[in-house]
């Protein structure tokens, strides 16, 4: 009797376990997925009702657990699509895109919700749209502008971290091109759309979208995202000086900061350009093709002579580095060991760097001590260079003695045989 | 007493180099190919000199290795003479051996009663090509790493026993530092000891036979015996052979001094391989007829194939004075056609392999 | 009369061929052993093995100073922290590949050409630079301060 009031015991309570489980476990299952009957249908209709689950599921608004009723409104538990889209539970069909950056102000404006998802977060881009062309453009009645979701994407919005999303650093420019490289669209406006061409050509575009290196620019970089602006013409070298600090700090003190304020020219725009920024050569300080200081300067005057002086010096240290290089080049293809001087070389090079930098002060005093330093370096390498191939000369000399030696022996051997064999 | 009657009292000295006093060498139009034998013991004496002394500098190991050999290149004083020597003479007797076995091949010499010679000299000419392969690899440096992987890859292929084979040599699934251990155990144990016994066994051979005279001019002089002319080799021979050798010394000297041996740059297992990767060029035959091949003849893969044909061919190589006797012309025929086939083959493919991209 | 004749080359002879042959054999083995025997002494700077390498001696750095030394083939960045403790790292900037430096101001790693800072962890803190600088391990033994290259765990 015991035995079997302590068997039933255990299987009711085993009973009572494996139901918990149970619930547990559908409630687990149950976590993160709110009901949303929307995609039950919406999920399978063609464009433009449709929205494929495979889309909507890359949706950072839906991983977090929203819904379509999140910004459509209705009633997403429902299955009967007289309720689930009804009026009265506040459906508000297709969103008008005059209404778009007010409605997802509703939420991202919203510190004390936004926290719940993410806290660090920022909720001013609203604020920060209203200050943009685009703001401002949307407000006095233009839909052509951006909104939120031309950018951001809908139904598919991913962060901008993801390397798929359209707001990723990497696919900005992309983004900000369907539109602004669209000649067709962009007619009435004022302005250019040649700035993507023109950016896929530069060096922050080969930096950014070909190497990967996110501390490139893109259009956001110099422009802002959610209040974005042309810098203006007296401050671009605020933006470009936060990278190029010291070309910037240079410059600031230099004498042509005060002329292109004068005259409303854009600063380091002028010799670099905006959007098409190649890489500088040293023929900008030149007189052929690509030259940029003889588009304002008389040829003769005082300042095309600096420039002379300039170039002239940045090719002085520039050949001492190559005729260097080609010196231990040889060395070491001989065996020498320079690997000494090939590291004084990258010092040498430094040199280089900084007095191409220096340039924007437009002194040649400065210039000079960053080249002179240089070749000082490059003509100690050129001599330990010159050493090694004296060396190497002196092991030629040492065959040499030894081939004659064996000559030698080769020559008694020889008698050595005649003799013996007459 | 003089030091020879000291040598013969405790080693029997006389009754030991008297063979050696009696030895002649057939002199006729094609004499000059006997050097080729002596030439390769030469360069092997100096490949064991020269790679002792590289032994006391070197370190094996994947961090230490191409390090080492740097050192070795630039700071040990003629350490660049030594290592360049070591390089060039490396390839030098892998010519020399394969001219060596050529000849051997066109003189017919692997006839009756010299096919143990043949056997152990084939033997050694694989053993030396071990030698290169491992060798090659011990500075460790991205030529070298990637050709140790794509030649260890190949033999994995041959069937059944190929992938275990490939994972002795590697020590691993991958070539990695645990290759390079194994290939300097090899090469400067396994091979050395392998080949110092075969050598032994085959210059005991040759001494014991005698040299081998081409078979038309054999039939003359046996029916014309006045007709043979011969030299001593002690000392007449001999110090020809010396000349050979030291004008030998005079190349290798001025190969190491013009063309010091590249170093290369440091292995990186994690860099992709660098395009138009080739072997050294004593496999290049090889591997260009494994490139020509196309991936599938019938339903038996292309490399397989290709491998597994090689290996038969070496195996019939090393089989060769058993094929042919004495009696019937028509294989000495198709043997002196294989010998040329062979060498305009291996010639051919290795300079279409040199000049392929 | 004639065997004289023929007999008297003979000694000049044998003399022109004991000459060549002496000399040679001689000169030949000199060239030969004289190279295998500076072979044998071991050089002045010896080769410490593996990717190490001295980087000071112990009393040459002062608290809040760097100093950049050779390694391998690239430059390599010692600092002797505030506090009195070494960091190694390489001394390549990352961006364009200047050498950069210790400013003792800073308390940073800098690179003058283009105003790139790194932390004394060799992360890339501020400016161009992509990536963090390479660290290594520094060891100290005896009087001699060791760096080499991180291994893997």
């Known amino acids: 009797m015991a035995i079997s009031r302590n068997k039933l015991l255990s299987f009711s309570a085993a009973r009572s376990v494996g139901l918990a489980g149970f619930i547990a476990l559908a409630a687990c299952l149950a976590y993160g997925q709110t009901t949303n009957s929307c995609l039950d249908c919406h999920s399978a209709l063609p464009d433009p009702l449709g929205v494929p689950q495979e889309k909507f599921s890359q949706d950072i608004h839906a991983q977090k657990g929203l819904t379509c009723a999140s910004c459509h409104g209705g009633d997403p538990t429902s299955d009967d699509p007289d309720k689930a889209m009804s009026r009265k539970a506040g459906w508000k069909g297709k969103i008008d895109r005059k209404q778009i950056p007010q409605l997802c102000g509703t939420c991202h404006s919203d510190p004390v919700y936004i926290r719940q998802f993410n806290p660090s977060l920022r909720t001013d881009q609203s604020g920060q749209y209203r200050t943009s062309v685009h703001g401002k453009r949307f407000a006095a009645g233009d839909t052509k502008v951006a909104v939120c979701t031309d950018c951001h994407s809908v139904h598919d919005l991913r962060a901008p971290s993801d390397p798929r999303s359209t707001v990723n ?15 067709d669209y962009m007619k009435g406006y004022s302005i250019p759309t040649d700035q993507f061409a023109k950016y896929s050509t530069s060096v922050h575009h080969q930096a950014l979208a070909v190497r990967g290196d996110l501390s490139a620019p893109t259009c956001t970089t110099c422009h802002g995202n959610h209040g974005a602006a042309p810098p203006g013409v007296d401050r671009v070298q605020n933006v470009c000086s936060n990278c190029h600090t010291f070309q910037a700090q240079m410059y600031e003190k230099s004498s042509h900061k005060k002329a292109f304020e004068t005259v409303s020219l854009p600063g380091c725009v002028v010799c670099h350009s905006n959007h098409g920024i190649s890489h500088p050569t040293d023929a900008m300080l030149g007189t052929g093709p690509g030259a940029v200081c003889m588009r304002c300067h008389t040829p003769g005057d005082a300042c095309d002579q600096a420039r002379g002086g300039l170039q002239t010096s940045l090719s002085q240290l520039d050949a001492a580095i190559k005729s260097a290089d080609q010196v231990l080049g040889v060395a070491e293809s001989s065996g020498m060991e320079v690997s000494e001087a090939r590291l004084g070389q990258d010092q040498a090079r430094d040199s280089l760097t900084k007095a191409r930098v220096t340039i924007h002060s437009f002194r040649t005093d400065l210039v000079d001590q960053d080249i002179q330093a240089g070749i000082k370096i490059a003509a100690k390498d050129l001599q330990a ?9 002196h092991r030629r000399v040492g065959l040499g003695v030894s081939l004659i030696a064996i000559g030698m022996v080769l020559a008694g051997l020889w008698l050595y045989i005649k003799k013996i064999e007459s | 007493m003089s030091v020879r009657n000291w040598l013969d009292q405790r080693l029997g000295w006389d009754d030991l180099i008297a063979p050696l006093r009696k030895k002649t060498v057939p002199l006729h139009k094609l004499s000059y190919w006997y050097f080729l034998g002596g030439i390769t013991l030469f360069l092997f004496v100096i490949q064991v000199l020269t790679g002792i002394l590289l032994l006391l500098y070197y370190r094996p190991g994947a961090n230490e290795a191409f390090e080492s050999v740097q050192y070795i290149m630039t700071q040990v004083k003629f350490g660049w003479l030594i290592r360049s020597i070591h390089s060039w003479s490396a390839n030098l007797m892998i010519f020399t051996a394969f001219a060596h076995m050529f000849s051997v091949l066109f003189l017919k010499a692997y006839r009756r009663p010299r096919e143990l010679t043949w056997v152990s000299g084939v033997i050694l000419l694989f053993l030396v090509m071990g030698f290169g392969f491992s060798g090659y690899l011990l500075p460790w440096n991205t030529l070298a790493f990637f050709a140790t992987k794509v030649g260890t890859e190949i033999t994995g292929q041959v069937p059944a026993i190929g992938r275990p084979v490939m994972i002795f040599l590697r020590g691993g699934e991958e070539v990695t530092g645990a290759t390079l ?17 075969l050598v032994l066994l085959h210059v005991l051979l040759v001494q014991h036979i005698g040299i081998s005279i081409p078979p038309k001019l054999e039939v003359q002089w046996t029916a014309n015996p006045s007709a043979k002319r011969e030299m001593k080799f002690f000392p007449n021979f001999l110090l020809r052979e010396l000349m050979a050798w030291y004008v030998a010394l005079g190349v290798l000297g001025a190969l190491a001094a013009v063309f010091p041996w590249n170093l290369g740059v440091k292995a990186d297992p994690f860099v992709p391989a660098p395009a138009g990767i080739k072997p050294e060029w004593y496999f290049l035959f090889m591997f260009q007829t494994l490139k020509l091949i196309p991936p599938k003849v019938w339903f038996i893969d292309g490399e397989v194939l290709g491998v597994v044909v090689f290996g038969l061919i070496a195996l019939l190589w090393l089989l060769l004075p058993f094929f042919e006797s004495d009696q019937p012309t028509q294989m000495k025929r198709w043997i002196t056609g294989l010998s040329v086939f062979a060498l305009a083959y291996v010639v051919g493919m290795s300079v279409y392999g040199y000049l392929a991209k | 009369m004639v065997a004289d004749k023929i007999s008297q080359p003979e000694p000049m002879r044998r003399r022109v061929i004991g000459i060549f042959l002496g000399s040679g054999l001689l000169a030949s083995f000199a060239s030969f052993i004289y190279p295998v025997l500076r072979y044998l002494v071991p050089p002045a700077v010896i080769d410490p093995g593996g990717d190490e390498v001295v980087a000071a001696k112990l009393t040459e750095l002062k608290p809040n100073s760097g100093k950049i030394f050779r390694f391998g083939n690239r430059p390599g960045l010692l600092i002797r922290t505030v506090s009195g403790e070494y960091r190694a790292m390489s001394a390549t900037c990352t961006h364009l590949s200047c050498t950069v430096q210790y400013r003792d101001d ?20 501020s400016g161009p630079p992509p990536r963090p600088l390479e660290g290594f391990e520094v060891q100290v033994r005896g009087d001699e301060i060791f760096v080499r290259r991180r291994r893997e765990a």
């Not at chain 2, 090469?187 to 016994?197: F, S």
């Not at chain 3, 800073?106 to 803190?125: P, T």
């Open chain 1, 169 to 183: 650093p990497v696919n900005v420019a992309k983004t900000c091109a369907r539109c602004h490289a669209d000649s």
């Open chain 2, 181 to 197: 251990t194994r290939f300097f155990g090899f090469h400067v144990a396994v091979l050395p000891g392998l080949a110092t016994l």
């Open chain 1, 385 to 393: 260079g010159k050493e090694a191939m004296v060396e190497r000369n």
């Open chain 3, 106 to 125: 800073l308390h940073e790693v800098w690179c003058a050409c283009h105003n790139g800072k790194y932390d004394l962890n060799g992360r890339n803190i």
